[in-house]
């Protein structure tokens, strides 16, 4: 079974967590100032990378909190966590 | 026009037929636990020493830990989140006191004493039958008395709690109770 490790509660296994999709996508302070293209980008596109990708998970069924992982989509390795509004652990891939 | 009255929802324990026409074993014994004042309390930085005084017990700040003292406890579930229990109490005048110590802070506190009912799984090989739906390392190096976590056994959440060495509490919703307790017979099936 693939561990993760929760920055909270250590490692445990990934059927207590949920995925949470891409992370550091900040919301648009003043979304009625953006084009209607700017907007749909912020909601829908992604980087989707091969390789190192950040994004949010959530402990759903321990502490329920949601932190960020550094995964390579290869290999689906957690190659590190942290706390959300952490910033992003400077260890390459696409940003 | 007719009278209703409202049911009471905390009147039945859904495991009393269960527990009543358990096969006793020694290496793992189960036990419907009685009802429970249960608690959840979240709160900000500035709350949750007042909560834990007028608790009676210290809200637990290390991961995964609980505290006891004098018949309650104080679960640990997520850094800003805590489980109240109080086996046999009344949730109303804890709940009041912990309210009045917090007032004006903020906090969230919630009486969800009819969500959930216990069940304890004691002997020597407690950890062995949980571990039949739940995938976490039991051992006392990993999991050590004292230590309470949320996780899941098979597909229900439950919250674990090692009392003892071989002592566990699982906190369970209502609805999902009979499900644990018949997983939880399934897996001692094989023992004596």
Not at chain 1, 72 to 91: C, L, M
Request: with cysteine; charged share 25%; hydrophobic share 45%.
């Amino acid at each position: 079974m693939l561990i993760i490790d929760c920055p909270w509660c250590g490692k445990r296994p990934e059927i207590e967590f949920r995925y949470g999709g891409e992370a550091h996508i900040a919301r648009p302070a003043d979304p009625s100032a953006l084009t209607d293209q700017e907007w749909a980008d912020f909601l829908y596109s992604r980087t989707n990378p091969k390789g190192l990708h950040a994004e949010r998970w959530r402990h759903i069924h321990g502490c329920g909190r949601y932190f960020n992982a550094v995964r390579d989509t290869v290999s689906d390795f957690f190659v590190v966590t942290y706390k959300a509004g952490e910033a992003r652990p400077d260890i390459g891939g696409d940003k | 026009m007719l009278e209703r009255s409202m049911p009471t929802p905390v009147a039945a324990n859904p495991l009393d037929a269960l527990a009543a026409s358990s096969r006793p074993v020694e290496a793992a014994r189960l036990t419907a636990l009685g009802p429970a004042a249960r608690l959840a309390f979240r709160g900000r930085e500035a709350a949750i020493s007042p909560a834990g005084d007028a608790f009676g017990v210290a809200l637990p700040r290390e991961a995964c830990r609980s505290h006891q003292a004098e018949g309650r406890f104080a679960l640990w579930l997520g850094p800003d989140e805590w489980l109240l229990i109080v086996p046999g109490a009344e949730p109303a005048p804890i709940f009041a006191a912990i309210e009045a110590a917090t007032a004006g802070m903020p906090r969230s506190l919630v009486d969800v004493s009819a969500r959930s009912v216990g069940i304890e799984i004691a002997g020597a090989k407690a950890a062995f039958v949980l571990n039949q739906g739940c995938p976490l390392d039991l051992s006392l190096d990993a999991f050590p008395v004292g230590m309470c976590t949320r996780t899941v056994f098979h597909k229900a959440e439950i919250v674990l709690v090692r009392l003892a060495p071989d002592i566990f509490h699982i906190d369970v919703w209502r609805s999902f109770a009979p499900y644990v307790w018949e997983l939880l017979e399934e897996g001692r099936r094989e023992l004596a």
